[in-house]
């Protein structure tokens, strides 16, 4: 555990970056330092390697304080990873990635056969290994950081709004890949952004700073969302936070009717039966796969003109998917109902608007019982 | 008749003689002008105000003429080869330290912070990080300062000989052949290109690192 203990940074100019900053950093959790700019989160991730010096307080690493120890032997213990990845432009990329086991005394060919095995686990192809980081992607340069940052095996990563230089599309690939890696190594994560959505999707915890380095709340993300402690921390998550919220309520609860499904070359019978089950059909194709809605009436056996289904929006799959992906699904079909599907895209369900809000309702009761519960203990 | 490369005796020296001495008084300066470039550009690097001053200092060595080094010199070293590469080293300072000082500084800050983050001490990162990364600006400034050495030399010639290859230039006017200066000329003319050549061929193999011209990701 990393516990950061009434810590200030003032500059010799009287600037204050980090104001009497207490937090504890668990372990094997991704803790999120989130904040508008001069909020002093960099600062803050900076003094856990002593790149900065606290002006007062102390940052304690499992119960020792972290001045205890030669600053390179912690800094050695510590992975890092920065924004535009800041490679060695001079090293190949598997010697880039063996910096650490080599400055820690590890021969050249141990080093590289770990960098080569890191390479794999991040994701990059072992045949970019000769290269140099100019010939990369910016993706894939800060795959590269992460490799090194890991190279030695250390039990503390800190990151520096890493994937803040790169295109929206590879920046979620780069977050959904930490969380993978993170689900294998189970490191003591502290990760600074400036996105509010990038801090709610990674963090365990988020630590939300105001300017002036004081920290404004310290929560898990669902409870962020549910509870912002001030006006500023409302401000900072934005709109939708209700919606957003969602993300964090699981949807497998949710009750599928079967009934509407039909299949394209349904006869006769199978749609006078199903008429009335429900105001629309879901019309799939022979594998299972929804193809589009339709009224009732309008369905003729044996002769379904695909052209004239209407669009079911986006699919979601129960129990992977969050009661928000359900609700999106459900206001992007025009009929109002959601499309449930299994793993391989087969449909095995639909829910009504009305019944994922009942959804939704139950699982705010279920946390605001939680809730009270925590609070009477 | 006397052919190209055949110099009168009194000049003490054969044409591939007059070559290596030629180099030899041009490259020195150089090497040693870069060995005092390096702490001096590290030390302006570090410690931001003594760059003008050191600049300025440096500049001004740049403007005093070799005739009044030499007056000094004489004094010390005599009518020697090491007078005449004294003021060459001197010279060289004003192309080699500003060089190093934005190789150095060119070196891109997140680079610099991941250095430091992985546990780089300041030699360490010097030496693994700054110097590597600046030898394409630094080989950039050695090429100017050889060139221009290379063609500097010949004013050795004006305290008893001591110019290489632009001792011929006196010689020319001696005996009334000019063939000889443009012999002169023409030898310092190649020398220097085929220095910078060695130079850019050098700068190639240090530093496959950077992008070539023309070759795709």
Known sequence: MIRIDAVTKRYPDGTVAVDRLSLEIPDRAITVLVGPSGCGKTTTLRMINRMVEPTEGSILLDGRDIRQQPVNTLRRSMGYVIQNAGLFPHRTILDNIATVPRLLGRSRRQARDRAAELMERVGLDTALAGRYPYQLSGGQQQRVGVARALAADPPVLLMDEPFSAVDPVVRKQLQDELLRIQEELGKTIVFVTHDIDEAIKLGTRVAVLRTGGRLAQYAPPAELLSAPADSFVEDFLGADRGIRRLSFFPSAGLELQTAPLVPADADAGTLAARATAAPYLLVTDADGRPLGWSEPGRLTAGAVDRDELLDFGRPFVPGTDSLRAALDGAVLSPTGWAVAVDGEGRAIGVVSQQAIGEAIRAAHGRVAERTEEAAGR | ?217
Request: aromatic share 8%; hydrophobic share 55%.
């Open chain 2, 1 to 217: 008749m006397s052919g190209f490369f055949d110099l009168p005796s009194d000049l003490g020296q054969s044409w591939p003689g007059l070559v290596g001495l030629h180099l030899r008084e041009a490259l020195l300066p150089v090497l040693a002008g870069l060995l005092v470039s390096l702490p001096v550009a590290q030390l302006c690097v570090r410690f931001r105000w003594i760059y003008p001053p050191v600049l300025g200092i440096a500049t001004v060595l740049y403007a005093i003429p070799s005739l009044a080094f030499f007056v000094v010199l004489i004094d010390y070293f005599g009518q020697s080869e090491t007078t005449v590469m004294i003021p060459l080293a001197l010279y060289s300072l004003v192309v080699l330290v500003p060089a190093i000082v934005d190789g150095v500084r060119s070196v891109p800050p997140e680079t610099l912070a991941a250095a430091e983050a992985m546990g780089f001490g300041a030699v360490r990162r010097y030496f693994q990080v700054q110097l590597p990364l600046a030898v394409p600006a630094i080989i950039a400034g050695l090429r100017v300062a050889t060139v221009s050495s290379i063609s500097l030399v010949s004013v050795g010639m004006l305290i008893g000989n001591q110019g290489a290859l632009g001792n011929m230039l006196y010689a020319a006017q001696t005996y009334g052949r000019p063939a000889l200066a443009v012999n002169a000329v023409l030898t310092i003319g190649v020398l220097g290109m085929l220095a910078d050549a060695a130079l850019v061929l050098l700068r190639h193999l240090l530093t496959p690192w950077m992008p070539r011209k023309g070759a795709g990701r």
